[in-house]
């Protein structure tokens, strides 16, 4: 059976990526920052009859837990088809009364502190866990890395004034950080382009989740089959691409 690896799947998108990926035949590996967060998303999964689901601990930001759980995954599994690498966050801070701290997200006011703390998990937790789990996608025959971006982090059309959302979705440490996570990627799909490696940027939508305290206005079944789509994807689809069903329906694909 295949299997596949989901970085911050005990909720929210993630979580329904790993849904469907064991509705797809797969073992899935649930990578949850918090162990009993990891073990009430597997219990809800197995509620629902599915048998081939672990959650497995993983901190993205943390070197000795990306280590310790690919030695554990090691132990389990010969090698990995999929890995998703969901896990972000926004840095968007809200107040006590949850109104918006919108300093906290401007170019011209977020701290250095904001922008390391977003960046310690939406760009070097990718390049941590990615790098961590080379060697056994390596293994598989048609290994696959999905990750989960933003059309936020999309330069071309945060410098587009005819972008619906060109006012609104001003988020200088998110889009940024998504930014330099989808050119990170650019890389190693370039570096592993002569491989079976099918490596894709993907933006789910703007998605009801705890992310945006719940004002999205997708689901997360359309955003988790968004993803799953280049998850799955054959040996004669793209590496190195970024696309964004929302922004473009047509072909998906959008501008860096
Ligand atoms: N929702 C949207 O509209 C939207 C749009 C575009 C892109 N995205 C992207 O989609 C991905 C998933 O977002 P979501 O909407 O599902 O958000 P969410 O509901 O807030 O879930 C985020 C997940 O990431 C985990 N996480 C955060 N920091 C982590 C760390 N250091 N190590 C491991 N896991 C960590 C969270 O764990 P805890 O539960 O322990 O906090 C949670 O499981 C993110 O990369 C986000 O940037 C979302």
Redesign the pocket.
């Given at each position: 059976m295949k299997t596949a690896l989901i970085?911050?799947?005990?909720?929210?998108?993630?979580?329904e990526v790993a849904k469907k990926l064991l509705q797809q035949g797969f073992i899935v590996y649930i990578?949850?920052?918090?162990v009993i967060?990891g073990q009430t998303a597997v219990e809800k999964l197995r509620a629902e009859g599915f048998v081939n689901v672990e959650a497995i601990q993983?901190?993205?930001?943390?070197d000795h837990?990306v280590n310790y759980a690919r030695t554990e995954l090691g132990k389990k599994l010969d090698s990995l088809d999929i890995l998703i690498?969901?896990?972000?966050?926004?840095g968007v801070k809200v107040d006590q009364t949850g109104n918006f701290l919108e300093k906290t997200w401007t170019a011209e006011q977020a701290t250095i502190n904001t922008f390391k703390e977003v960046y310690?998990?939406?760009v070097f937790?990718v390049v941590r866990v990615t790098q961590a789990f080379l060697d056994l996608l390596k293994k598989s025959k048609e290994p696959r890395i999905v990750m989960?971006?933003?059309?936020?982090g999309s330069l071309t059309q945060q410098s587009d004034p005819q972008w619906p959302i060109y006012d609104t979705a001003k988020f200088a440490v998110?889009g940024s950080s998504?930014a330099a996570m989808n050119m990170y990627a650019v890389h190693l799909a370039y570096e592993l382009r002569d491989t079976p490696f099918r490596i894709n940027m993907v933006?789910?939508?703007?998605?009801?989740?705890?992310?945006?305290y719940n004002t999205?206005f997708?689901t997360?079944e359309t955003?988790a089959n968004r993803i799953i789509k280049y998850a799955l994807i054959g040996q004669d689809g793209p590496t190195g691409k970024f696309f964004s069903e929302e922004t473009n329906p047509l072909t998906g694909e959008i501008s860096w």
């Open positions: 970085t911050g799947a005990n909720k929210g998108i993630g979580f990578g949850s920052c918090d967060k993983i901190d993205v930001t943390d837990s690498n969901n896990a972000g966050i926004s310690e998990t939406n937790g989960v971006s933003s059309s936020v998110y998504k933006d789910p939508g703007y998605t009801k989740t705890d992310f945006n999205g997708s997360v955003a």
